[in-house]
């Protein structure tokens, strides 16, 4: 197990699992198969994912110490930048299909409906993460610095969850279970911080 | 299709969707836009009832019982009544009425309803001059509707016209679709159409409607006041505090089009909202 986590074959295998949400996406337009109003779909489903993979990064450094299994490591830049992907395609799907470009209707949106402006903020706060996830970057940077920054992250999430929260007219239910997952995430990491404080 | 209609008719409380409806005329308020597919129609709702997401109804309702059915009609009335389905259907001359539907969630559908006008209700039911408002309350049943919990909504559903509202020939009881009798995910066995209204107005599955004095509370604006308003008149010019209800997609178009005041239906009803605020009154 250790041997196949810190292998090739397993990067490309989740590299190609990543990509299922994409595909089957693909193969549902393919079929006409994405129900009566494909634009809204589309955009749920992108949306969606890019909350799940956002979670999934912020898995990894809770599930990293559970399993003892330090080579987790290894999916989690990809597993934040495939939630860079999907909330971009879910960020264009928005600009392109459904306000088609008309910028200073974007604009008024983003100013005027909470539930976009948190949808956006999210995305904004994902656009410098994506942009320094080189290992040149964080040299540049330096490891602190470079970690400091990237706890952003958790920000982008919460906005995810909030701009979700919103969009929702009166069921609650799956907005409230990532928000519960995010809670989660951020609860294992209490007793790495504490430990760390302790330490100083 | 008569046959299999005719032999699901003949087992009680089955969902009789399919059975083709006869005998119904054409209406000068019909539109001649293309008409949104069956499929979209029957598959695509909203009935929290049977769960939130748009598919979800057309599965969970699909066991529903609209017959034996009972639709009391009471209130400020000179001669309450209760009406079984037989009778229901028999109230008016059924008439085609193609509609435009326009959901606050900005999508939009045209849809062939079958029915009759409301007004058949007010002349039968003969309110006294009490009455200024009509409420309407939609069947509910936890054990019918298993997914009732999740709908995060008061249930039973309630809704409510003002009485001339209630009066224009524009509003409908409708009783079929596609010239069938109303698919249960659509609001069997009847279900108001008021077209110059967000969806939501227009109640499904009702079981009651009540002539009274006080304006009656609906559901949403229960739910949620600032969102929500009794009127609820289709209106460009007012925004959804979550949303711009300038434009809308019809379903099966790529591009959005312009919405249209009182759903295109102003020159039917524009008149009742004379020397209205509908900025407040939304």
Redesign the interface.
Known sequence: MRRFLSGRTSKILVFALCLTPLSMLLWRAYNGNL???P??YVTRDTGTWTLRFLLLTLAVTPLRRMFKAPELIRFRRMLGLYAFFYGFLHLTTYVW??K?FDAA?IV??IA????ITAGFTGFLLMLPLAVTSTSGWIRRLGGKRWQRLHRLVYFSTLAGVIHYY??V?????LPVFYGALLALAMLLRLPIWLSRVRSV | MLLAGGLASLIPGRAKAGVKLTGYSKSAFSTSEKQ?PY??VT??NNF?EFG?N??EPAVHARDFKTNPWALRIDGEVAKPVTLDLDRILKLAPLEERIYRFRCV?G?SMVVPWIGFPLSAVINLAAPTSKAKFVAFESYFSEKQMPRWR????PLPYVEGLRMDEAANPLAILAVGLYGEVLPNQNGAPVRLIVPWKYGFKSIKSIVRIRFQERMPPTTWNI??PREYGFYSNVNPEV?H????QAKE?R??E???RDTLKFNGYGEQVAQLYAGMNLKRDY
């Open positions: 129900t009566a109003n634009i809204e299909f459904d088609f209707d008024k949106d005027k409906r909470p539930f919103w969009l007219k009166s069921d609650i239910r | 949104t499929e979209a598959t695509y929290y939130t748009k598919d969630e999508w999740y709908a995060g909504i739910s949620n925004d505090p979550r949303w711009s997609r379903l099966g790529f591009f959005k």
